[in-house]
């Protein structure tokens, strides 16, 4: 079992940055290939961006492409999520996810690939 504890999220004015955290205990984490994904009010949640296992490759979402940086650290089992430019748009419930069968070096942008979820932290973005 895998538990994941995001923290990081906040209001910030449109243009400011943000930077997401989240915590993996529970296996080694090496051995999971990360993802990030929103949901905001009304909406489905949407795949943000993801980061293989060992860091070394990442994919992004287009609506975030340029702006938002995922980044691992397997020593200290985090993943951070670093947003910049931010917009109203992107305001939502930001979730941390894992995908425990991932092979080494891919990620996937399916949200039913991933099969352990955090609980979520709020970004606000106002205009």
């Known amino acids: 079992q895998v538990q994941l504890v995001e923290s990081g999220g906040g209001l910030v004015q449109a243009g400011g940055s943000l930077r997401l955290s989240c915590a993996a205990s529970?296996?080694?984490?090496?051995?999971?290939?990360m993802g990030w994904f929103r949901q905001a009010p009304g909406k489905e949640r949407e795949f943000v961006g993801a980061?293989?296992?060992?860091?070394?490759?990442?994919y992004y979402a287009d609506v975030v492409k340029g702006r938002f940086t995922i980044s691992r650290d397997n020593a200290k089992n985090t993943v951070d999520l670093q947003m910049n430019s931010l917009k109203p748009e992107d305001t939502a419930v930001y979730y941390c996810?894992?995908?425990?069968?991932?092979?080494?070096?891919?990620?996937?942008?399916?949200?039913?690939?991933?099969?352990?979820w955090g609980q979520g932290t709020q970004v606000t973005v106002s205009s």
């Open positions: 529970g296996r080694t984490f090496s051995s999971l290939a």
């Open positions: 980061i293989c296992r060992s860091g070394g490759c990442t």
């Open positions: 996810a894992a995908d425990s069968t991932r092979l080494p070096y891919s990620t996937s942008s399916l949200i039913y690939e991933y099969d352990y």
